[in-house]
Every structure is written in structure tokens, then in C-alpha cells.
């Protein structure tokens, strides 16, 4: 019964220590990304050097968009004609936030310097803290070893 109590508020805690690590990060990614766009506006001085990345989003989310067009439509009848009409949606679903969360990353990068190195060290980090708790169980099926 104690054991219980204590594993019980283990969890609790490492549930409220991550929350705040979400809100820390939130708070530092929000005042770097602001920084960031300060900067870029107080150094283009006209909308001139604006107007190319603009462009350059406004085609990238466009051509995001009709290339998941094609390509659902072909994934979808290729499932339906294999025999896995149930799970077409949750893949079809799946596979179109992959390919947004590549884009996303893709126009950050076009707005941001060294964007690369920002999502290299969040993935750093990420798999430091998953290694670092895989003795807690709180991430069942994150373990690793």
C-alpha cells in the first residue's frame, strides 16, 4: 500500500516536473522566436527583402498542400484496394502530419538562421531526458534499453 502511495507521487512529480519543463521551454522558445523576428525586421529596412521569403512561403505551403492532394488520393486507393479501408484515415491522418511537420520545419528554416542546430539539440535534449527517465516507467513504451 505505501509502495503504491510512493509510485503514485513519483509519477505525480515527474508528470509536474515535465509540465514545467513544457511551460520553461514554451516561454524561452517564445521570447527566441520574437528576438528573432525583431531582428529581422530591424535589419531589412524595406519590405523589398521581405517580400522574396514571403513568396518563397506562400509557394512552399501551396505546393505542400497540392502535393498532399495527389499523394493521399493515391495512398487512400492504394489501402482501400489492399483490403485496409479501416485504417486509411488514421494513416492517411498520420501521414499528413509528417509531411506538415517536415514543411514546418522547412519555412522555419527559410525565416531562421541555423534553425538546424535548434532542432538538433531539442532532439538532444529530448533523448537525454527519455534515456535519463526510462527508470521511472512514466514513458512505457519510449524505453530504450
Avoid: C, H
Avoid at 528576438?35 to 505551403?61: D, K
Avoid at 514543411?103 to 542546430?117: N, Y
Amino acid at each position: 500500500m505505501e509502495t503504491q502511495k510512493l509510485n503514485e507521487s513519483l509519477v505525480l512529480a515527474a508528470k509536474a516536473v515535465f509540465w514545467l519543463g513544457v511551460v520553461a521551454f514554451l516561454i524561452f522558445y517564445g521570447t527566441f522566436i520574437t528576438s528573432q523576428l525583431q531582428g529581422f525586421f530591424s535589419q531589412n529596412s524595406g519590405l523589398q527583402q521581405a517580400i522574396p521569403i514571403i513568396l518563397n512561403a506562400i509557394f512552399l505551403i501551396g505546393g505542400t498542400e497540392v502535393f498532399l492532394l495527389i499523394t493521399r488520393f493515391i495512398i487512400g486507393n492504394y489501402l482501400v484496394s489492399r483490403g485496409r479501408a479501416k485504417e486509411t484515415g488514421v494513416l492517411l491522418a498520420l501521414y499528413t502530419y509528417v509531411v506538415w511537420a517536415i514543411t514546418a520545419i522547412i519555412l522555419a528554416s527559410t525565416f531562421f538562421k541555423d534553425f538546424g542546430a535548434l532542432i538538433t539539440s531539442l532532439g538532444l535534449i529530448g533523448f537525454g531526458i527519455t534515456f535519463a527517465l526510462q527508470k521511472l516507467n512514466i514513458f512505457v513504451p519510449l524505453n530504450i534499453l
